[in-house]
């Protein structure tokens, strides 16, 4: 089973359901070894990527609320906003701290913990407003940058929180350009190694009886937010590479956070369900279907070795064009990383075609080079059906009724 690039999406308090999230990721043996987390989705990420496990993140989450934007800022300017930011900043940075240096840890007196410093890969994603554009912190882009002030930069929703000054840098809530897929964040997330893994929180479809201005404000974000979402995982939801699990939490409201006990297990107990249910039912036909596409993509290589090793040029350009003529529907559903490296074979090959001008003939040069190339795309192709036989058996056992 691949290793996972985990994504936790913005949604303010509806970030609770991450709690459950992660307990069913951990139950159904998925590790992740890259977090990303944008908005209240970088608190979670921070947890994760820390060390924190559900239960702990239940214990701390359970007693957040409103309290943590009580340092009211006064200031009307371009950067007006209700709360200065310090307070929180000051709750996520002593919980960064605690699990970092454990018996060590003195309230103000650690050094602050650098993306440098922890093991786990960690991106946190924020919006510059200066220039309409992402910016993500890491440990590749920014390594002695404070994971704590990434975080309350990444939460910093305007009009609640302070936006920050970065450089030439406006930085704000990094869930602002929702259209876009979080993966897309950073360059180092997309590797052959890993899958992605995001997660979408929307809700409060139904949300109608506004009672006061916060709640008008909460359906427009939904509103939008749903738009947004539904444009994504529609675009890369059957891409092997990209697994979307989109969290409805309902009824809730995005500030509230007064919210009773009862609600917040309620939230987390749908996160539990909601990544069950996909990776046990919606993962396991998702890989029923990519099989045979994988099947026949191997049969393609192996007999295009054969036509390689012997030379015959015609036999081998045909394997290619059928095989791209059978497949085209379906082929950009592949896992793109290995679509890339067919895509490059196929260009390399035809270069390799050598036309006899007086006979037109064609002949295949180096042709131990394109075997040698082939049969790695061969053996990537068996690890991955391999890998997706082995999890339809996996994931498919462990489904409940």
């Not at 979670?44 to 943590?68: C, H, Q, R, V, W």
């Not at 930011?85 to 454990?102: C, L, M, P, S, T």
């Not at 007064?258 to 609600?263: I, L, R, W």
């Not at 131990?368 to 990537?380: A, P, S, V």
Request: with cysteine; hydrophobic share 35%.
């Amino acid at each position: 089973m691949k290793k996972y690039t985990c994504i936790f999406g913005g949604g303010g308090i509806r970030g609770l359901a991450y709690i459950g999230a992660m307990d069913a990721l951990q139950k159904l043996g998925i590790e992740c070894d890259k977090y990303v987390g944008s908005s209240v989705g970088a608190i979670f990420a921070t947890f994760y990527a820390l060390g924190y496990t559900p239960e702990e993140a239940k214990s701390i989450m359970l007693d957040f609320n409103a309290l943590m934007f009580k340092d009211i800022n006064f200031g009307i300017s371009a950067e007006f906003a209700f709360s200065k930011g310090d307070v929180f900043e000051n709750w996520i940075r002593a919980i960064v701290e605690k699990k970092f240096y454990q018996e060590k840890y003195k309230k103000g007196e650690n050094p602050p913990v650098t993306f440098r410093d922890i093991n786990k890969d960690i991106y946190i994603c924020t919006t510059d407003m200066a220039s309409n554009t992402k910016f993500t912190f890491s440990k590749q882009a920014t390594p002695d940058f404070e994971i704590a002030k990434a975080v309350r930069i990444s939460a910093c929703f305007p009009g609640l929180m302070k936006p920050v000054e970065y450089g030439d840098k406006l930085l704000v809530d990094g869930d602002l350009a929702k259209n876009l897929p979080l993966w897309k964040c950073s360059d180092d997330l997309v590797t052959p190694e890993n899958r992605i893994l995001e997660y979408r929180l929307e809700g409060c479809s139904d949300c109608k009886n506004f009672k006061n201005p916060i709640d008008f404000f909460n359906e427009v974000y939904s509103t939008m937010s749903y738009f947004s979402t539904e444009q994504v995982v529609d675009l890369y939801k059957e891409q092997d590479k990209i697994d979307y699990i989109v969290i409805d939490t309902k009824d809730v409201l995005l500030l509230d956070f007064q919210m009773p006990t009862e609600k917040r297990e309620q939230l987390s107990q749908n996160g539990y369900d909601t990544t069950m249910k996909y990776f046990t039912d919606t993962l396991v036909e998702k890989k029923k279907k990519l099989l045979p596409l994988y099947t026949e993509t191997l049969e393609m290589l192996e007999n295009l070795k054969i036509s390689v090793k012997k030379g015959n040029a015609k036999k081998a350009k045909e394997t290619i064009f059928n095989y791209i003529c059978d497949c085209s529907d379906d082929y950009g559903n592949m896992d793109f990383t290995f679509v890339e490296e067919l895509k490059k074979f196929k260009t390399e090959f035809l270069n390799k075609i050598k036309e006899d001008k007086i006979f037109h003939l064609e002949t295949i040069k180096n042709k131990t080079e394109l075997n040698k190339i082939l049969q790695g795309l061969i053996e990537k192709c068996e690890n991955i059906i391999t890998e997706m036989r082995t999890d339809i058996e996996h994931f498919s056992a462990m489904k409940t009724d």
